[in-house]
């Protein structure tokens, strides 16, 4: 078998490696993906929040991991997921704590109700301002963290993949005019650009499986000859840099 061979099936492995939840465990609590922390902390400006409202929503729960830790939660906390694999996990995590889980999708309106939250949480999910005002009850407060439209597009550059151009508008001044002209005041807004390390080719194959709306058309068949470069340069090198995209907004409803 010639080292591309041996590449190629370690490549393939990879890809097929199962992935649930948000659980990026597999190659980020190994080591093979390292990413510099942020200037700040979502959930050390969360918890101090969520500990004095009776009512919370965590948009974009994910399979619930993050917002499971958050305990004690205020007596009505719901959840929205969009990501079908995510729905039933989350469902089974928060259940026990008294959390509903609310499907959505991206064509349909939030299925809850006007004015029902004193806080509304979002880490990494697409919101609406207009629908996040809606839901909130007066004084009521938008918390969050979104990943910004050049988010590691140094990944799509060392593979000779285009970058979706569509989200490269994404930045935290786009998202401050947004919630200010649907008539939120801006509390906080922060922003960072950490580097990450990758230091194997597999963990990049695993991420980009993972999340495929990095490299639309992402296949270890099709890339592979990029990958066998990108392996490469990693074997010279020891890692490659690439760089991650942040940005934080607290806002509150007039």
């Avoid at 704590?97 to 299925?111: A, F, S």
């Avoid at 005002?133 to 000779?160: A, C």
């Avoid at 960072?192 to 194959?205: C, E, K, L």
Wanted: proline share 7%.
């Amino acid at each position: 078998m010639t080292t591309n061979d041996t590449l190629f099936t370690f490549l393939i492995d990879e890809a097929n490696k199962p992935f649930a939840g948000w659980d990026f465990s597999y190659i980020e609590r190994t080591g093979r993906m390292v990413s510099a922390p942020l200037a700040w902390s979502y959930t050390s400006l969360v918890l101090p929040k969520l500990r004095h409202v009776d009512s919370l929503l965590d948009m974009g729960t994910g399979g619930g991991e993050l917002l499971s830790m958050l305990q004690p939660l205020p007596r009505h906390t719901c959840a929205t997921e969009g990501y079908p694999p995510n729905i039933p996990i989350a469902r089974q995590r928060l259940a026990p704590l008294g959390v509903e889980v609310y499907t959505v999708t991206d064509d349909q309106p939030l299925p809850l109700p006007d004015a029902a939250f004193d806080l509304v949480i979002n880490r990494h999910e697409s919101y609406d301002p207009a629908e996040v005002r809606q839901i909130l009850k007066p004084g009521g407060e938008f918390f969050t963290q979104q990943v910004g439209g050049s988010d590691m597009l140094d990944l799509n550059r060392l593979l000779g993949a285009k970058p979706d151009f569509g989200f490269t508008h994404w930045t935290l001044a786009y998202a401050r005019k947004q919630l200010e002209d649907a008539g939120f005041a801006i509390t906080d807004a922060r922003e960072d650009s950490p580097i990450t390390r990758i230091f194997d080719v597999g963990a990049v194959v695993y991420y980009l499986k993972a999340i495929p709306w990095q490299i639309e058309d992402f296949s270890v068949e099709r890339y592979f000859d990029r990958l066998a470069a990108l392996h490469q340069t990693i074997q010279a090198q020891g890692y490659v840099e690439v760089h991650n995209s942040r940005f934080l907004l607290a806002a509150r409803k007039g």
